[in-house]
């Protein structure tokens, strides 16, 4: 379980930076956008407003958010994404996976910010026909854990993911694309197939893992709220004996973004691997 202790210390602070400095990074934070107010925060991150007010010293030392009196604390990233860059990039895929809470999300969005390359999420995409077929067939909507889903309803999903890709390609346009993608990175014969399919179409592949520690991902998923996530946080202990494995990574060539409180921003490793990419290309 992660700690309770939600008032002391830097880890907690410094989760609280990365997860609103990876929404600016991200795009879902604006420049200008005015952030919510400090007992506001903390409710959503959990913890209390001393460490609320010390997470936005750090935010505010990074040139990531103003404090302007009288009108709160706004976003400035205005020094964020160098789109000039973006037309010199060949067309490429990114899968972007991770674990539920390890801000895959997040990831995929800054690659598409410096890259220009569209965003297809498979819960944006799926997420309203799965709902609606797991009431169908008895279950809860927001069921992501039982045998009915795994089995009847997971594969569909990544059905639709892979012919959204494909389609996209097939037009020369590489994209990022976002799910937990466990099994299928642990399937060596499924990425090959993926690899050779963007093949056909000149498209090139580099699969990302987004790896990050529970206690992360326990505040990623208690701020976002989704209702997805009820079960998870209800049975934390037992979803992570039974569906987390923190050693976890693809069993082809890779890129690990790490997203703990103490690592590099998102941006940076980001930046890093694109330039990787440009360079083997």
Same mark, same amino acid.
């Given at each position: 379980?992660?700690?309770?202790?939600?008032?002391?210390?830097?880890?907690?602070?410094?989760?609280?930076? =990365?997860?609103?400095?990876?929404?600016? %990074?991200?795009? &879902?934070? *604006?420049?200008? !956008?005015? #952030?919510? @107010? /400090?007992?506001?925060?903390?409710?959503?991150?959990?913890?209390?407003?001393?460490?609320?007010?010390?997470?936005?010293?750090?935010?505010?030392?990074?040139?990531?958010?103003?404090?302007?009196?009288?009108?709160?604390?706004?976003?400035?990233?205005?020094?964020?994404?160098?789109?000039?860059?973006?037309?010199?990039?060949?067309?490429?895929?990114?899968?972007?996976?991770?674990?539920?809470?390890?801000?895959?999300?997040?990831?995929?969005?800054?690659?598409?910010?410096?890259?220009?390359?569209?965003?297809?999420?498979?819960?944006?995409?799926?997420?309203?026909?799965?709902?609606?077929?797991?009431?169908?067939?008895?279950?809860?909507?927001?069921? =992501?854990?039982?045998?009915?889903?795994? %089995?009847?309803? &997971?594969? *569909?999903?990544? !059905?639709? #993911?892979? @012919? /959204?890709?494909?389609?996209?390609?097939?037009?020369?346009?590489?994209?990022?694309?976002?799910?937990?993608?466990?099994?299928?990175?642990?399937?060596?014969?499924?990425?090959?197939?993926?690899?050779?399919?963007?093949?056909?179409?000149?498209?090139?592949?580099?699969?990302?893992?987004?790896?990050?520690?529970?206690?992360?991902?326990?505040?990623?998923?208690?701020?976002?709220?989704?209702?997805?996530?009820?079960?998870?946080?209800?049975?934390?202990?037992?979803?992570?004996?039974?569906?987390?494995?923190?050693?976890?990574?693809?069993?082809?060539?890779?890129?690990?973004?790490?997203?703990?409180?103490?690592?590099?921003?998102?941006?940076?490793?980001?930046?890093?691997?694109?330039?990787?990419?440009?360079? &083997?290309?």
């Amino acid at each position: 379980m992660p700690s309770q202790d939600h008032d002391t210390g830097a880890p907690v602070r410094d989760r609280v930076v =990365r997860a609103i400095r990876n929404d600016i %990074e991200a795009g &879902r934070l *604006r420049d200008g !956008e005015a #952030l919510p @107010a /400090t007992r506001a925060l903390a409710q959503q991150m959990d913890t209390s407003v001393f460490t609320i007010n010390a997470a936005m010293k750090v935010l505010a030392s990074e040139g990531l958010i103003e404090n302007r009196p009288g009108s709160g604390r706004v976003v400035r990233s205005g020094h964020l994404a160098p789109a000039p860059q973006r037309a010199a990039r060949a067309p490429h895929a990114y899968f972007v996976g991770g674990y539920a809470g390890s801000g895959k999300s997040e990831t995929a969005r800054v690659i598409s910010r410096l890259t220009g390359a569209p965003v297809v999420d498979k819960d944006t995409i799926t997420r309203a026909v799965v709902e609606g077929a797991l009431e169908a067939m008895g279950r809860p909507p927001h069921d =992501r854990e039982s045998e009915t889903y795994l %089995e009847h309803v &997971r594969p *569909r999903e990544y !059905e639709c #993911l892979n @012919a /959204t890709v494909l389609e996209n390609a097939a037009l020369g346009i590489g994209v990022v694309g976002t799910a937990p993608y466990v099994a299928e990175f642990g399937d060596r014969a499924w990425i090959d197939r993926s690899r050779d399919q963007l093949s056909v179409y000149g498209i090139g592949l580099t699969l990302v893992w987004v790896s990050t520690d529970v206690e992360t991902m326990h505040t990623y998923l208690r701020r976002r709220g989704a209702a997805r996530d009820t079960v998870k946080l209800a049975n934390w202990s037992d979803y992570l004996k039974e569906r987390i494995n923190v050693d976890f990574r693809p069993v082809d060539e890779h890129v690990v973004i790490h997203n703990s409180a103490d690592s590099e921003p998102l941006q940076s490793q980001v930046t890093r691997m694109l330039s990787e990419v440009a360079a &083997r290309s």
